[in-house]
T-cell receptor
């Protein structure tokens, strides 16, 4: 079946701009996770949703980062006033329930010039 | 979640078994051991997980020591396509479960 999909695959933006990254989880998966991965490092947790609500947003670095999942399926990660330090690969994962295995998407590579 | 320690890199000859170690000495009784791998420019791929018994699937085997303080991922016949970064993580499986905490993993290079 279809896995987790993320769009766009690559995003180049200028410092100070606003970006939105989209994640389509595996159909029927209730839990959805966002991670950020810098070059040479493992993924770093940002936020996770159980259904429509953010169950844990402790990994969001500051208030420029925000994520939504209004209908409990697709999620959008929003970054305001982007900075060069936001450049990274943003990964999305989903699981059937919060206790189940997480399956990752291919990621969105964000470059802030 | 408990912290894991992995060697930064390992080499393996093609066709031989690759044995990737992981230390998780502070693991709790309700934490599972998960293994993922990440091939360049792709998202992490789930491999296998276990609690205390050894596990095997079509990709690999997972050997967990009796005290659960360490584990070994075994790729029985490594191929060049197994070259990747391998991550060992421990994750609580409970109603409070959520995020996974990744370290920097082991870069496995399979050589012809």
């Amino acid at each position: 079946g279809a896995g987790v999909s993320q769009t766009p695959s690559n995003k180049v933006t200028e410092k100070g701009k606003y970006v939105e990254l989209r994640c389509d989880p595996i159909s029927g998966h209730t839990a959805l996770y966002w991670y950020r991965q810098s070059l040479g490092q493992g993924p770093e947790f940002l936020i996770y949703f159980q259904g429509t609500g953010a169950a844990d947003d402790s990994g969001l670095p500051n208030d420029r980062f925000f994520a939504v999942r209004p209908e409990g399926s697709v999620s959008t990660l929003k970054i305001q006033r982007t900075e060069r330090g936001d450049s990274a690969v943003y990964l999305c994962a989903s699981s059937l329930a919060r206790t189940d295995t997480q399956y990752f998407g291919p990621g969105t590579r964000l470059t802030v010039l | 979640d408990a912290k894991t320690t992995q060697p930064p890199s390992m080499d393996c000859a093609e066709g031989r078994a690759a044995n990737l170690p992981c230390n998780h000495s502070t693991i709790s009784g309700n934490e599972y051991v998960y293994w993922y791998r990440q091939i360049h420019s792709q998202g992490p791929q789930y491999i296998i997980h276990g609690l205390k018994n050894n596990e095997t699937n079509e990709m690999a085997s997972l050997i967990i020591t009796e005290d659960r303080k360490s584990s070994t991922l075994i790729l029985p016949h490594a191929t060049l396509r197994d070259t990747a970064v391998y991550y060992c993580i421990v994750r609580v499986i409970s109603t409070n479960a959520g995020k996974s905490t990744f370290g920097d993993g082991t870069t496995l290079t399979v050589k012809p």
